[in-house]
């Protein structure tokens, strides 16, 4: 579908329309201490002369934000990156005290936080509690020192210890621990070393997540690396399929393709997303869908900067989303999940018949064991979960037709 034209944004009354969905924000801070090789967002080394005028640009986009979702209706806000935590607590203060002026987020809104193990000093995370964050994600990736040397991580497994102690200590009892499996050159023994420690621990919400090599990375640069990764996508699909076990021993409910958390800990962003609600980003790189319009910001830093001290929102893409891609996108985002696809409710929603294309495909699933079906309700199993992108590619439908509209 044809994008349209840049900063050509909605309409009055369709901005209003849409902040009525908005539900979830997100923010991005880009500044790393070192850029990981596997990374493919949008990133920028850490210098703390550049956070002061980064800030004031995020803030002026805030200020330029549409559309305004009512009053109480944000009840999700996440600051992601790049790497949050590289900001001092005064400058996180002054963002969620703009977000709070600007939104006016639900009484209760989650506001998660990422944070690396290197920046977990107890004294930072008392700040960052005395500032409202609810939720701490801590990107450990893993406690052993020769996984986080292949992955090019700047901590050490110790620091991820004492970074889970000090914020139990300073009083979150919402934290994620991210973990990685797939490290180029290590064995499968470390990950289950990772994921036994973890589940002992009992954070609230856990999440895996594999190698995935991006071209545009220092990994997907190296012949040596994205060929390992090719010869041993079998071994990480097990360990993937021995976590997702593992945890379950635990207590966690594998409620996402990569997420895992105690009963009724699920994050909210991730919730909200995937239920379909509408959602703003901010900062290079972000994205943010509303109202049946998706955008994007530019990635560059020095531009991102440039473009809104001139006053304008520095989206470089935009489009309105087909009844099609609707369609599918909300086919996607169900079957990632483990609530599984209602197939009835499907059809309801986007006057679309499910057809005998798409049956055949779910019956084959089924029978090679990626998929079980409930009544009108399509599962994913975890061993179909690993390949969700391949099954869902087949189920969607094109703009060219292939969707088989209601009478």
């Not at 002061?52 to 559309?67: K, M, N, T, W, Y």
């Not at 497994?157 to 200590?169: E, H």
């Not at 020095?302 to 087909?322: D, N």
């Not at 409930?374 to 061993?383: A, F, I, N, V, Y």
């Amino acid at each position: 579908m044809r994008a349209e034209p840049l900063h050509a944004f909605p309409p009055a009354s369709l901005a209003a329309a849409a902040g009525a969905s908005v539900r979830a924000l997100y923010l991005h801070i880009p500044f790393c201490h070192t850029i990981c090789p596997f990374c493919a967002f949008a990133v920028h080394g850490s210098r703390e002369r550049l956070h002061g005028p980064f800030v004031a640009s995020l803030l002026r986009e805030i200020e330029l934000a549409e559309p305004v979702p009512a009053p109480g209706a944000v009840d999700s806000i996440y600051v992601g990156g790049g790497t949050p935590s590289t900001l001092g607590a005064e400058h996180v203060g002054r963002i969620l005290y703009r977000v709070r002026e600007r939104f006016k987020p639900a009484a209760g809104a989650e506001i998660a936080f990422e944070v690396n193990p290197e920046d977990a000093r107890p004294d930072y995370l008392a700040q960052l509690r005395a500032l409202g964050v609810s939720r701490l994600s801590l990107g450990v990736q893993s406690l052993d020192d020769a996984t986080l040397r292949a992955l090019g991580r700047s901590h050490s497994g110790l620091q991820a210890v004492q970074a889970y102690d000090s914020a139990r200590q300073a009083g979150f009892d919402n934290v994620n621990v991210d973990l990685m499996f797939g490290a180029p050159g290590v064995g499968t023994e470390p990950f289950r070393r990772d994921v036994q420690r973890v589940g002992e621990w009992r954070p609230a919400h856990v999440s895996l997540y594999g190698l995935d090599i991006e071209e545009r990375t220092l990994f997907g640069r190296n012949p040596h690396i994205r060929a390992w990764s090719v010869a041993h996508r079998e071994e990480q699909a097990e360990q993937y399929l021995w976590a997702a076990e593992a945890l379950a021993g635990f207590g966690y409910v594998h409620y996402e393709v990569s997420n895992f958390c105690r009963p009724g800990r699920e994050g909210r962003q991730n919730l909200r997303v995937w239920s379909g609600s509408g959602y703003l980003g901010f900062g290079p790189g972000a994205h943010s869908c509303a109202a049946g319009r998706r955008w994007a910001n530019g990635r560059h830093l020095t531009a991102y900067q440039a473009g809104l001290a001139r006053g304008e929102r520095p989206t470089v893409f935009e489009e309105r989303l087909s009844q099609v891609q609707l369609a599918n996108e909300a086919l996607l985002l169900a079957l990632r999940q483990r609530a599984g696809l209602d197939v009835a409710g499907w059809e309801a929603r986007h006057g679309m018949a499910f057809g005998p294309q798409r049956t055949r495909t779910c019956d084959e699933m089924v029978q090679r064991g990626l998929a079980a079906r409930d009544g009108s309700r399509l599962r994913l199993t975890p061993r179909g979960l690993l390949v969700a992108d391949e099954i869902t590619a087949r189920l969607m439908a094109t703009d060219a037709g292939t969707a088989e509209t209601r009478s």
